[in-house]
């Protein structure tokens, strides 16, 4: 008869069967964090008597049995969660169920001048679900309230006539109210008829201005992590820790109330405690106040407006490349034969085994690795063109239509604060990722058109400005062409040999970005197609040419050991958490090495250096990749949040003009604004869009800003065109 083994042999040492074979011990298996985790979790709660062992035989207790004890342990601790989340509602967290209660309430808010507000809803498309319950959080009466209105089970009063009741108070200016993710909640109250007003402070947003590393910004999960601070001190739970699948219209009331009220209670002291910190901090606090804050109203207008989307053109340009797709198809038979060029396997087992193609990246087959290979091989180029094709086709001339909501738009998400450089962003559509072919997707309605205005070259005039390089100035204020005017400095030719077009000015265009943002050597080689000496020297010859980028850059690595973060030239911080100690390691490793070759600057290539001692060299490299990383960052941040900064305060002077004429801004992609504006719009209303533009900042030299009109997104002809071809 077979043995039956220990519990120690069944989680620690393994045992043997009949058959000779080792019954390998869970924890000793190979597993994930997370797995090992939950797997010791089932151990301890069937160690402490919690569960059940689950099964007759300790021979039939295996690691997928272990694994499903735990989503049992996870529902049966749910409940007692749940219970004593019940059990321990505090006093000042209160049902509102009853007309009598809610005019209480409608009193009470009288005397608020600033709450807290959530809404509960059914999911979160904020354009078809629908809000289920709000909560609020009164900090003078020091209560805290959830309203439902649409749970399936519950004394509960009709959401139309709490919403009435609500809406002065909701859209009263004079009234702050402070939110996490306040835009989700604004969309939500349009959905029913109410447009928010006095947003005073959004702890999400506010939250990414004082730590842009989070990795989570989450309310439960900076409750979680800063509760400590400001009186929270336990683990707070996840919707989905809690509810798992469940709509929250179906969640019990008292159960509702005492998670709700405890999201806008846990707001308000987030608030209070992230209020302290901006004001210690100064010039964050006036960055959230001036830009941030008011910045979200304006999300939550372009997201409403959204986008029209030409159906006929996409059903017309789908077919069309539908049939470039075929063609291609038919084309890479010709040239791979007869395998699935979308599987990664088939094709790497083609290319490298069968063609013999230099493996340049370990047998991959993404788009990079196929352009390094593109001279290798015909078929490559008609591969990149499959890809590219079947990208456009799928994912924005099929998908978008797709998303068009009733109003036959569709309505993206913008994000102020997604970047860690303060730059915005953009999903559902990503603006900034839509191909050239794929705008032409979206129209202006009858009687509209849509303007773009991008600021011209605001990262060199950033740089400009604040390395103070009169030199790198000059092209700026005396009306020159900068890369051509670099060129000629830089390479010594005359100004007539770096026109538009010449070698010499494509090479001061990608050379200015790579000494903006750090670029390696190596990279910059093969995007001048140039060897990495030649690369090197480029470089030196542009710092020797403009000494004070090259100063303001020092300048930047210094600031950023000392002090381990950079700013903006308006507060925006960028932090480098533990590069202070790695940096001084860096700097006294090199000066070791540059002592050692007799040098005043590092190698190119230190590990291949046989002067240098191979203990030194792996000290080096430890520290090398995290310090170089940091360094580029900074000089990034500086540059790229600055420009960031000022799009944003030109975003606020274009949404109070348009506003002002029945307009709408209605996108921003990198440094450019879209707006909808009436097919009437004279050339003096876009001198007046462009001086909102210009006038978001000053500095040492012009902004400029390039405008296109457009009735198709794509298709934009310059202003200058525009009107003299109406006229």
Excluded at 136 to 142: E, F, G, R, S, Y
Excluded at 276 to 299: A, F
Aim: charged fraction near 25%; proline fraction near 4%.
């Amino acid at each position: 008869m077979m043995r039956e083994p220990t519990w120690e042999e069944v989680w620690y040492t393994g045992w043997m069967r009949p058959s000779g074979k080792l019954q390998a011990a869970i924890l000793s298996s190979k597993l994930g964090g997370l797995d090992k985790k939950r797997l010791q979790m089932v151990k301890s709660a069937i160690d402490a008597g919690e569960i059940g062992l689950g099964v007759d035989s300790l021979k039939k207790f295996t690691k997928a049995h272990a694994m499903r004890l735990w989503r049992d342990l996870q529902e049966q601790r749910k409940e007692t969660v749940l219970k004593d989340m019940v059990a321990q509602t505090p006093d000042n967290y209160r049902l509102i169920q009853t007309e009598s209660q809610l005019e209480q309430l409608v009193v009470a808010l009288q005397s608020e001048p600033i709450i807290s507000f959530d809404t509960e809803t059914t999911g979160l498309d904020v354009y078809n679900d629908v809000i289920v319950g709000m909560s609020l959080t009164l900090p003078k009466a020091d209560y805290h309230v959830y309203i439902p209105v649409a749970h399936k089970v519950g004394k509960q009063l009709k959401r139309s006539v709490v919403m009435d009741a609500l809406m002065p108070m909701l859209t009263n200016p004079k009234v702050g109210k402070v939110l996490h993710n306040a835009k989700y909640d604004m969309h939500m109250l349009i959905r029913h008829g109410v447009r928010m007003r006095g947003l005073a402070h959004d702890t999400r947003v506010a939250m990414a201005l004082l730590n842009e590393n989070e990795t989570s910004y989450a309310l439960k999960n900076l409750a979680t992590k800063y509760g400590k601070h400001f009186g929270f001190e336990d683990t707070s739970l996840t919707f989905e820790d809690l509810f798992g699948k469940t709509c929250f219209d179906e969640v019990p009331l008292d159960v509702a109330l005492v998670y709700a009220a405890k999201d806008t209670h846990l707001t308000w002291k987030l608030y209070e405690w992230q209020r302290q910190h901006l004001q210690r901090l100064g010039k964050l606090e006036e960055l959230y106040r001036e830009l941030e804050n008011p910045l979200i109203d304006v999300c939550v207008e372009m997201e409403q407006c959204g986008f029209l989307i030409d159906r006929n053109y996409a059903q017309e340009y789908g077919e069309e490349l539908r049939s470039e797709i075929h063609q291609l198809e038919l084309s890479l038979t010709d040239h791979f034969g007869d395998i699935n060029c979308n599987s990664p396997i088939q094709l790497a087992r083609k290319l490298y085994d069968e063609l013999k193609l230099p493996e340049v990246n370990a047998r991959s087959t993404d788009v990079k690795t196929l352009k390094a290979l593109k001279d290798k091989h015909p078929g490559i180029e008609h591969l990149l063109k499959y890809r590219e094709l079947t990208k456009l086709l799928s994912t924005y001339v099929e998908a978008l239509p797709e998303r068009i909501k009733s109003d036959g738009r569709i309505h993206g998400s913008f994000n102020q604060v997604a970047t860690v450089t303060g730059r915005f962003s953009s999903n559902e559509p990503n603006l900034q990722n839509l191909p050239p072919k794929a705008r032409k997707l979206i129209i202006a309605p009858p009687g509209k058109l849509i303007i773009g205005s991008d600021f011209s070259q605001i990262e060199p005039r950033v740089l400009a400005h604040i390395s103070g390089d009169r030199h790198l100035q000059e092209p700026y204020l005396n009306g020159q062409d900068l890369y051509s005017t670099l060129a000629s400095r830089v390479f010594k030719k005359p100004i007539e040999e770096c026109g538009d077009g010449s070698k010499y000015r494509k090479m001061m265009k990608v050379g200015l970005l790579a000494v903006m943002y750090g670029t390696s050597m190596h990279t910059l080689s093969t995007q001048l197609e140039i060897t990495v000496d030649e690369a090197h020297q480029f470089i030196c010859d542009f710092f020797r040419t403009y000494p004070q980028v090259h100063s303001f850059i020092k300048y930047t690595h210094e600031f950023v050991k000392e002090n381990e973060y950079v700013e903006t030239l308006y507060g925006r911080k960028r932090r480098f958490p533990g590069h202070r100690q790695k940096a001084k390691v860096y700097d006294s490793l090199a000066k070791q090495i540059c002592e050692i070759l007799g040098v005043e600057e590092l190698p190119l290539n230190v590990w291949r250096n046989n002067d240098i001692p191979r203990d030194l060299k792996r000290k080096f490299y430890d520290v090398k990749g995290d310090v170089e990383s940091a360094r580029r960052q900074s000089v990034n941040a500086v540059i790229q949040g600055t420009a960031a900064d000022i799009m944003k305060r030109a975003m606020l002077n274009l949404q109070q003009y348009c506003l002002a004429r029945g307009w709408s801004l209605c996108g921003t992609v990198h440094d450019e604004a879209l707006m909808m504006v009436d097919d009437s719009v004279t050339n003096g209303d876009v001198k007046e869009i462009e001086e909102c533009m210009t006038s978001a900042a000053s500095l040492d030299v012009p902004l400029v800003v390039d405008t296109e009109i457009m009735q198709r997104w794509g298709e934009g002809v310059k202003k200058e065109e525009w009107f003299a071809s109406a006229a």
